[in-house]
């Protein structure tokens, strides 16, 4: 399987800091990769996929980018309703595997 | 807009089958693929397994000895069936919908099974 490591864990964070989470693959994955955002008691949420592409409605303040092995999500601008905890996934080879997580805390 | 709900006991007694189903609204099951996926504290999110309406099927090597995954087109439905389960089984379990290009686009809630007797 392909291992997916995200970093940091965690991180505290104020209102308008630039954030950013990265993801690194086992092995390269090319652009095949989704980050997901999940509040607690939720279900995740695809914020990018293919690397780099916005899904619909998800606020600009998100960016992704990166590939091959090494991927990173930013936050341009964090607001409140970012603190959650951020996920990433390759869809390259199955089975799909998950990153084990960053949790964007406030501080 | 496409809805996803699982359903299935909450709590399952060690050495027994984990069955749950997974009822899709809002669109037509006879597209796409339908995964399920789960979320321990331990393991964190663990893909298991999809299906496509035809009936083929791929689980994760890891649980395949033990999953199996249906579906059930006249209810627009799929389940998931994990026998001989141990603690380590216990989980949220989501069910999903996967884009032919691999993309998992809509979650169900989940719902918290609980092994233990």
């Known amino acids: 399987d392909i291992q997916m490591t995200q970093s940091p864990s965690s991180l505290s964070a104020s209102v308008g800091d630039r954030v950013t989470i990265t993801c690194r693959a086992s092995?390269?994955?090319?652009?095949?990769l989704v980050w997901f955002q999940q509040k607690p008691g939720k279900a995740p949420k695809s914020l990018i996929s293919?690397?780099?592409s916005l899904q619909s409605g998800v606020p600009s303040r998100f960016s992704g980018s990166g590939s091959g092995t090494d991927f990173t999500l930013t936050i341009s601008s964090l607001q409140p309703e970012d603190f959650a905890t951020y996920y990433c996934?390759?869809?390259?080879?199955?089975?799909?595997?998950f990153g084990q997580g960053t949790k964007v805390e406030i501080k | 807009q496409v809805q996803l709900q699982e359903s299935g006991p909450g709590l399952v007694e060690p050495s027994e089958t984990l069955s749950l189903t997974c009822t899709v609204s809002?669109?037509?099951?006879?597209?796409?693929?339908w995964s399920w996926i789960r979320q321990s504290p331990g393991k964190g999110l663990e893909y298991i397994g999809y299906?496509?309406?035809?009936?083929?099927?791929n689980y994760n090597p890891s649980l395949k000895s033990r999953v199996t995954i249906s579906v059930d087109t006249s209810k627009n439905q799929f389940s998931l069936k994990l026998t001989s389960v141990t603690a380590a089984d216990t989980a949220v379990y989501y069910c999903?919908?996967?884009?032919?290009?691999?993309?998992?686009?809509?979650w169900g809630q989940g719902t918290l099974v609980t092994v233990s007797s």
């Open positions: 999903a919908r996967e884009e032919y290009n691999g993309i998992v686009d809509y």
């Open positions: 809002g669109g037509s099951i006879s597209t796409y693929y």
């Open positions: 299906i496509f309406y035809s009936g083929s099927t």
């Open positions: 092995q390269g994955i090319s652009n095949y």
């Open positions: 293919a690397a780099s």
């Open positions: 996934q390759q869809y390259n080879r199955y089975p799909w595997t």
